[in-house]
């Protein structure tokens, strides 16, 4: 079935530093990709939709200055967290669809830690 | 947008069932999904419905839906120990994406 690898699973970064995830499709290709986080004991909220080839669409209320988007490639869409602060320490989940948006793969997650 | 609730929690035997309920706002939603979290891990597909279906069954998974009441959910047959995680019941919502509700956490009792 469709995978979707997604790196690191888990991160410690300093205060100010940027960490970027990267989520790869391994045998399928990902025209889309939704960037969600997850806080502790809650749900997961979607952030952004990356689409190959163009420019992130964000939900409001998540600032794209700070959660850099890029979807260069049909296989590989990564999110950096731009100067970090504790606040922005979550559980990163990607998932990308099948072609007809009814199946939907999603990484194994990313936890980050902002210290 | 699409709001998707779900109780928050539910405790049962094991050799139980467990069955979680969800609601849903959106009557045009295509397929509904329940997915599965264990801690610190992704998400897990466990079965999804399509919207012109009642009921779907997988093994111990039971989905019924009632599309009228825009009511979801999922019936464990003989809940292990093993199945003890957060259960995310979840809808497409404009966009394609996937809303989530709050999900519910499953403890399983010896």
């Known amino acids: 079935g469709a995978v979707v690898s997604q790196h690191p699973s888990w991160v410690i970064c300093k205060s100010g530093t940027s960490v970027k995830i990267e989520c790869r499709s391994l045998?399928?290709?990902?025209?889309?990709m939704f960037w969600y986080r997850q806080f502790p004991k809650q749900s997961l909220m979607l952030m952004a939709t990356s689409n190959e080839g163009s420019k992130a669409t964000y939900e409001q209320g998540v600032e794209k200055d700070k959660f850099l988007i890029n979807h260069a490639s049909l296989t590989l869409s990564t999110l950096t967290v731009t100067s970090a602060h504790p606040e922005d320490s979550s559980f990163y989940i990607c998932?990308?669809?099948?072609?007809?948006?009814?199946?939907?793969?999603f990484g194994s997650g990313t936890r980050l830690t902002v210290v | 947008g699409e709001d998707v609730e779900q109780s928050l929690f539910l405790s049962v035997r094991e050799g139980d069932s467990s069955v979680i309920n969800c609601t849903y706002t959106d009557s045009s939603s295509t397929y509904l999904y329940w997915y599965k979290q264990e801690p610190g891990a992704g998400l897990q597909l466990l079965t999804y419905i399509f919207s012109n279906m009642d009921m779907k069954q997988d093994q111990r998974l039971t989905v019924l839906l009632n599309k009228k009441d825009k009511h979801l959910s999922l019936r464990i047959a003989d809940t292990q120990t093993g199945d003890s995680a957060i259960y995310f019941c979840a809808a497409p919502r404009t966009g394609y994406a996937l809303n989530f509700g709050k999900g519910t956490s499953l403890l399983v009792t010896p």
């Open positions: 998932s990308a669809p099948d072609r007809d948006f009814i199946g939907y793969t």
């Open positions: 045998d399928f290709q990902a025209t889309t």
